[in-house]
């Protein structure tokens, strides 16, 4: 195809030449030059041409190699998986490993039952499964280890299964707002929590569990006190935690400057808490992905049915709902989260072992090949 067409735009630049040489025009070198640019469209639409050919013919392999390999629908638990034939037992096996191991509790979701999943690991073309719901794992041309894979599909049912609690608009749905069912490593929460500036988040670490509730704001999401008020800021936070809140805003609306200049450059206390109110989004000391770790202590605690059961009742306060969903009382459950927070508290001198022993490797190397110099040799 693309000698056809560097033959027609040779024929045709010498046609150009032919007919321009006839005339013997003073101009004749720019005359060529224009026939020649008019030329260029024509060819760059036939290299179009031929881009559009070859993805035809890709398209019509990847469909014939489709139609050869079948489909099957799986049914594991809740879940319905779409996988190649030949990867059947393996995508059974796997959906059902990380089903057992973290969705058990998850029995009877709406979100689920809707959604479809597929799965596959190809060396060539995937095959083209089109779905409405659920998600795709797909693996193309490489070797992924098995703790990734599993990972991968976890994220993507716990994705699936958050829609119930979005669904229904309810009260934990909107205190929890992310994925529950895929929390952040304990670790990670605990240097969240550790490293906010708030004196109920210290006093959670020091073992205050009742702390560690309402910094996570779980009194703020009912109907009495979902406006955020001077109350809950004097709770979580000392008058120069706020201030320090406030200075550490750097984009903030115009009508807000006011109220800042009269934080940071007076005494003032009540124009900081008036900033806070009016610019800030959520103001709770912990985030998200700790409220994320309470729910998921809650659905373990509470075994089978527990997830249903935390959707059951939107008009639910958080705390309700936590208990509900768990069998414990509120108390119990921060108790059991402290507990879990502090037992996994991060080791601080982890990173410097593995550092420490390579330098020390790095060290003898250097020695062994100094001694090697000739400067270094005795005798």
Sequence with gaps: MKSVILAAFVAAS???????????????AE??????????????????AVDERRAFEDDARRLAAAANTRVDTLRIADLTVLTPADQADETSELFREVWEESFAHLGGSAALARSVFAYQQVWGEP?????EG?????YKDSWIPRARVKRDVRRLIAGAASH??????????????????????????????????????????????EACGVAMA???YNEATRERNLELLAEWYTPEERRARVT???????????????????????ACDQFLLQFSYDLAPLSFEVRESLVALALTEGGEGSWQRLAEHPGMTPTEALEYASGSSIDELLTRWQAELVANRPDAFEPLVPSSGRAFLWTLLFAALAMRSTRWRLG
């Design 14 to 28: 010498a046609g150009a030449t032919a007919q321009v040489s006839a005339q013997a025009a003073p101009d004749s």
């Design 164 to 209: 119930d609690l979005r669904a229904n608009r309810s009260y934990v749905g909107q205190w929890v707002r992310g994925n529950a069912l895929d929390p952040v490593p304990w670790e990670d929460i605990y240097r969240q929590v550790a490293t906010t500036s708030s004196m109920v988040t210290r006093a959670c670490l020091a073992g205050e569990s």
């Design 31 to 48: 005359v060529l030059r224009a026939r020649i640019d008019s030329l260029t469209p024509l060819l760059e639409k036939a290299r179009r």
């Design 218 to 220: 779980l009194t703020v």
């Design 134 to 138: 659920g998600g795709h794992v797909l």
């Design 127 to 131: 095959l083209p499964i089109h779905l």
């Design 248 to 270: 550490g805003r750097f984009f903030y609306r115009r009508d807000a400057a006011a109220l800042r200049s009269r934080c940071t450059e007076t005494d003032d206390i009540s």
